[in-house]
């Protein structure tokens, strides 16, 4: 038997409107969450279309077999910077003319392959066994508006598609658990003197890397107690825990440290969350939102091409804020990031462009304060870095997360790398 999709029907209403303008097909992305028994989708953003593909026209077979898998990829790696913890690229969809209606397949698998590949390669985390490793692959007839709903099992290349069920729910957006919080980062990472190769992004993602560990491994305390990861997150048997890591001195060439205060939001669909999930979600929200500013901020270095600086010399430099915005007719929020210069017209205008729904400036929310980036470049500076491997080295207090009902309270703490403090809240919508 095959997954089972529950679909927002706002989602089917989208798609049903979606016009193909005189070409043969429009594909675009899925969004939605994960569970064992059954997935769910909220949202459909069709990819923008590319100006080019209105010059020299093919064949509709011939354009559908020449599918741009690197706009897809580049849609899908946008899209996924705005999806907060718990949610994701569930999978893609192909909408084509009744002449393609039995052509689509080859063109909807390399897709799905190509975007989960993409969207998964800069990420700090790694999804479980347990965790469902299959994507949605729709297909829509724009005359007959039959749909063909299929999956792929996304870690077997060589995988066959297996049917799936597609079924439609009103009011499927709201009901859903918010988790929202801030995180107070203040991470240091060294630049290694070890490879004269290694450029400033390599050296942060690995430095990242380190600090995401911290996070994986923390020891998550509800009410001040350690819960088993199976019972409900207001429920559940004490269990004890005793996790550690150690803290190595490194000589490098200098060092990275981000510092501020971000924020981190997440989103469960179940009436009866689970302790694991909720914990996952919200970790897997301040990895993300970590690496995508250091990310971002790369970028607009190069574009920008900033003047290196002399040995010694220090750099500061903004880390984006962090933007919500409802998806519309939802209480779920999307994010972007806005560096300051960039006007609330800019970041609605690239939620628009990127989710192909309409936003409103009004309803943009900006609630961060500065973050920074500071770079240095010291000859031989020693840091002290954090490692889960076994060294010979007095033992540091692991990274904490804790958990209370209602006003919830997270402390995130480690010693040398990571000092951190989180705090959520999180209610039913």
């Not at 949610?87 to 209606?101: Q, R, S, Y």
């Not at 969207?119 to 829509?140: G, Y």
């Not at 048997?237 to 490098?252: E, N, Y």
């Not at 009436?271 to 971002?296: F, G, H, W, Y």
Request: with cysteine; glycine share 4%.
């Amino acid at each position: 038997m095959g997954r089972t999709y529950i679909v927002e029907e706002t989602v089917g209403q989208y798609l049903s409107n979606i016009s193909l303008q005189g070409k043969a097909f429009v594909s675009g992305l899925l969004i939605g969450q994960c569970s064992s028994q059954k997935d769910y989708v909220i949202l459909a953003s069709r990819t923008p279309p590319k100006e080019e593909q209105n010059e020299n026209p093919k064949h509709p077979k011939a354009q559908l077999d020449n599918v741009d898998e690197e706009w897809a990829t580049e849609h899908a790696n946008q899209v996924s910077r705005m999806l907060p913890g718990g949610l994701l690229v569930l999978g893609v969809f192909i909408i084509t003319t009744l002449e393609l209606a039995n052509d689509f397949q080859n063109a909807l698998r390399r897709l799905i392959f190509a975007v989960e590949k993409s969207v998964c390669r800069k990420r700090l985390w790694n999804f479980t066994e347990e965790e469902v490793s299959e994507r949605v692959a729709l297909h829509i007839c724009s005359s007959t508006k039959k749909i063909v709903c299929r999956t792929y099992d996304v870690h077997d290349p060589k995988s066959s598609a297996r049917p799936a069920d597609w079924k439609y729910q009103n009011g499927l957006s709201a009901s859903w658990l918010s988790l929202e919080g801030t995180v107070h980062i203040n991470i240091h990472i060294p630049l290694s003197t070890t490879s004269i190769s290694y450029t400033l992004e390599k050296n942060m993602k690995n430095g990242l890397t380190r600090w995401a560990k911290q996070i994986e491994n923390g020891v998550y305390l509800i009410n001040g107690q350690v819960k088993d990861e199976d019972c409900d997150l207001l429920e559940g048997q004490l269990l004890s825990s005793d996790h550690r890591s150690t803290a190595a001195v490194q000589i490098c060439s200098g060092s990275v440290n981000l510092k501020g205060a971000v924020k981190c939001r997440a989103y469960l669909h179940s009436s009866k969350p689970k302790v694991k999930d909720a914990v996952q979600a919200v970790k897997r929200d301040i990895l993300n939102t970590v690496a995508d500013r250091c990310e971002i901020l790369f970028e607009d270095l190069l574009l920008n091409e900033m003047p290196e600086k002399k040995d010694s010399e220090k750099e500061f430099h903004i880390l984006p804020h962090r933007v919500f915005v409802p998806i519309p007719g939802s209480a779920v929020m999307l994010c972007d990031y806005k560096f300051g210069d960039e006007s609330a017209e800019e970041i609605r205008d690239h939620f628009i462009e990127m989710l192909d729904h309409m936003i409103k400036i009004e309803d943009l929310e900006i609630a961060e304060d500065i973050n920074t980036a500071c770079v240095s470049s010291v000859n031989n500076e020693a840091l002290m870095d954090n490692t889960d491997e076994e060294q010979p080295k007095q033992p540091i207090k692991s990274t904490i997360l804790k958990i209370q009902q209602n006003i919830g309270v997270i402390a995130a703490f480690a010693v040398a790398v990571l000092a951190a403090g989180i705090s959520f809240h999180y209610f039913s919508d």
